[in-house]
């Protein structure tokens, strides 16, 4: 393993061998973990930092579920390497899984820069998208039963071995979780559920003060004032049914569930040049520290 840097881009390997260094260097706040295979038989890594204080509360965060979204990994990494340097004073427990489609983050390195999907190979097209493979109203609008549709739902919910993955491991994980939170991009939205229809969850005033809170803290440690909208995901985006976060808060029960779409607006896209990662990625770490406050209250 070895260290990071965030002024470019980096491929899959260079990100597994950043996990291992960490877990190498830092065995009593560190451990990494294979949650399962993707379906090229990637290993799905997912890294646990704590302090050891027992019955803390723990945050979900995961990045790159679509792989051509760069800034997604790359700002997860960046907040890993923060929460390690401040080890010492967190008392709450993070599970983060960086690259949630390693196949297709490879893919995007090696043969399409824009590629969005897992890559299970089809009949026709190739990829499910991981986003609407969720168990929860899975096939509901947003999705699509065709598999060339970039918003191809896969033949079931959690037919995909990387959402199964994460399914299996929170069957089996005792951590007690408080938020779930996925990074994407682009667009610069804070999202809550629910995705699959314009309905609102009973505490949805609660998800979106701390949402405003965050993106006010966001506005202020990114650099470039960056505005983020926060907002009911279906109504402010789009509906799309069968998403992380709107399984996590209906089946997990885990309250703050968000997605976080990053930089930039529209300018650059999901080409978002690397001179952006850190001030990003700073907003991002901004995003976790009001969430990871909030769920304290
Ligand atoms: O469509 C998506 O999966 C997300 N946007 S992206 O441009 N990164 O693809 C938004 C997902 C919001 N959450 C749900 N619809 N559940
Ligand atoms: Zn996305």
Redesign the pocket.
Known sequence: GHRMEWTSYHELNDIYGYLDYLANTYPDVCSVQSIGNSIEGQPLKVLRISNGRTNAPAIWIDGG??AR?WISPAAVTYIIDYLVENSDVLQTDYYILPVANPDGYRYTFKYDRLW?KNRRKGTLCSGV?L??NFGYRWGGQ?TSSNMCYE?YRGSKAFSEPETNAIRNFFENSLANYKAYISF????QYI?Y????DQRLPPDYRDLDAVGLEAAEYMKYEGGDNTKYIVGN??IT??????????WAKALLKIKYAY?I?LRDTGKYGFLLPPQYIIPTAKEALAAIKVITSAIRK
């Open positions: 579920i679509h979204e969005r998208d986003n609407r947003g918003t994407h991009s682009y667009g999202l559920p629910w995705g699959y995901s279906a985006l789009y509906p799309a049914a069968g998403g992380s976060d709107d997605t779409e």
